[in-house]
């Protein structure tokens, strides 16, 4: 069974940084590709930013600049580098992963930023 575990979240203060983990477990496959998404109060989940196994990206509007999406496919992991952090950036942000057309997710991680 393909598990998603976040970690890395927090809380934070306006124009600081954070550094989110994904690992999978349950698979020898390589997950591709591999992304990040967040759900605010009130709002619809929303994509952050993707990467394929071959290191191609793709990131919302948002992210643009001031996020990096990276990953080890040795390892199943992937990561989300976020700097100059703002309050409309506080979500769970969750992470996925898809394997033969089926998406796993994580349990979501809380990012928090305070002004």
């Known amino acids: 069974q393909v598990q998603l575990v976040e970690s890395g979240g927090g809380l934070v203060q306006s124009g600081g940084s954070l550094r989110l983990s994904c690992a999978a477990s349950?698979?020898?496959?390589?997950?591709?590709?591999m992304g990040w998404y967040r759900q605010a109060p009130g709002k619809q989940r929303e994509l952050v930013a993707t990467?394929?196994?071959?290191?191609?990206?793709n990131y919302a509007d948002f992210a643009e600049g001031r996020f990096t999406i990276s990953r080890d496919s040795a390892r199943n992991t992937v990561y989300l580098q976020m700097n100059a952090l703002k309050r409309e950036d506080t979500a769970v942000y969750y992470c996925?992963?898809?394997?033969?057309?089926?998406?796993?997710w994580g349990q979501g991680t809380q990012v928090t930023v305070s002004s």
């Open positions: 996925t992963g898809n394997r033969f057309g089926a998406n796993y």
């Open positions: 349950g698979t020898v496959i390589v997950l591709s590709p």
């Open positions: 990467i394929t196994n071959d290191g191609a990206t």
